[in-house]
């Protein structure tokens, strides 16, 4: 009952850290914003249209959206929570989930090559470059948390805490994945969810072609993608698995509108990087993830 119970929270909670994240630009703005339940409308509206398709394309167009969803949703039942560990763990299960979230984007990037236009080639090269910087990042974090708590599954690495959990290289493993979180969803400082200039889209660009139903799976994929980071960042530093269950969801819950809270503050409050820059912030947050690992291992 809790591993459905934890699946239930991330499939119907998902599309709400978004409304969050809006809600609060809207605030800082100076704006009333969008309902916070807007990504709600916006999928329930999407599924009732139709998809537009063009002749050029082949089965890899339609079959993308739908592929990146599954493999969003394969790597949510890796994710232990509040409730207990994961629906699916075993030693090395870390490997599996980078996996999964590598097959999600792979579906896009296919299906945006498939259109033949050169600029959404474009957006699926940066795309593909950005999560070539970002993959071995991940990996440093999963090696960190491993080192910390003695186990291989993602179970027993997040949210059981640690005796050392203050301490400075402990520390740098939230801050690292939330970088992530920025740069796996799209968002500032890496890309702009909201922008339409050619010159600077990344994610946004690759789906400017699906429509209706599939566009529903894009968006609600970004969703439960958002939640994913969103909780490998809250896990990786509140012990929740070692509180009473109502205190563990209430932390856990808390955690998770903490984190769209400070992506709102952040989209808030910077510019959008230079293009040649963003490898610099992947290559900081590589360096810093590299230094936890070794003061965790010689601590």
């Known amino acids: 009952m809790n591993t459905l119970a934890q699946l239930l929270a991330a499939f119907v909670l998902a599309p709400l850290l978004s409304g969050i994240i809006n809600r609060v630009k809207a605030r800082i703005g100076g704006r009333a914003g969008r309902p916070i339940l ?22 890899v167009f339609a079959t993308g959206p739908a592929v990146s969803l599954a493999a969003t949703a394969a790597a949510l ?61 991940l990996f440093l974090c999963f090696l960190c948390l491993a080192t910390d708590t003695s186990g291989l599954s ?15 290289q402990r520390l740098f493993v939230p801050a690292i994945l939330f970088v992530l979180l920025l740069t796996e969803n799209s968002r500032i400082p890496v890309d702009d969810p909201n922008t339409h200039l050619e010159l600077t889209m990344i994610h946004e660009v690759m789906v400017l072609d699906h429509s209706g139903p599939d566009m529903a799976c894009i968006v609600y994929g970004a969703s439960l993608k958002l939640w994913l980071f969103g909780a490998l960042t809250t896990l990786s530093v509140l012990p929740v698995r070692q509180m009473p269950p109502l205190s563990a969801w209430g932390t856990f819950l808390g955690g998770m509108f903490a984190v769209a809270v400070a992506v709102g503050l952040v989209e808030s409050g910077m510019a959008r990087l230079r293009m040649e820059r963003v490898p610099r912030l992947l290559g900081a947050a590589g360096a810093l993830a590299a230094l936890s690992l070794v003061l965790m291992v010689w601590r």
Request: proline share 5%.
């Open 38 to 59: 807007q990504t709600y409308y916006d999928l329930a509206k999407l599924v009732r249209k139709g998809a537009v398709i063009s002749r050029t394309t082949s089965w």
């Open 77 to 137: 039942l890796l994710l232990p929570g509040p409730g207990g560990p994961a629906a699916i763990g075993f030693s090395g299960d870390f490997m599996l989930m980078a996996y999964c979230l590598g097959l999600s984007r792979l579906g896009l990037i296919l299906a945006a090559l498939d259109t033949g236009s050169s600029f959404e080639g474009m957006g699926a090269s940066r795309e593909a470059a950005f999560a070539a910087l970002a993959e071995p990042v």
């Open 154 to 168: 993602l179970s027993a690495m997040l949210g059981t805490g640690t005796d050392g959990a203050m301490a400075p």
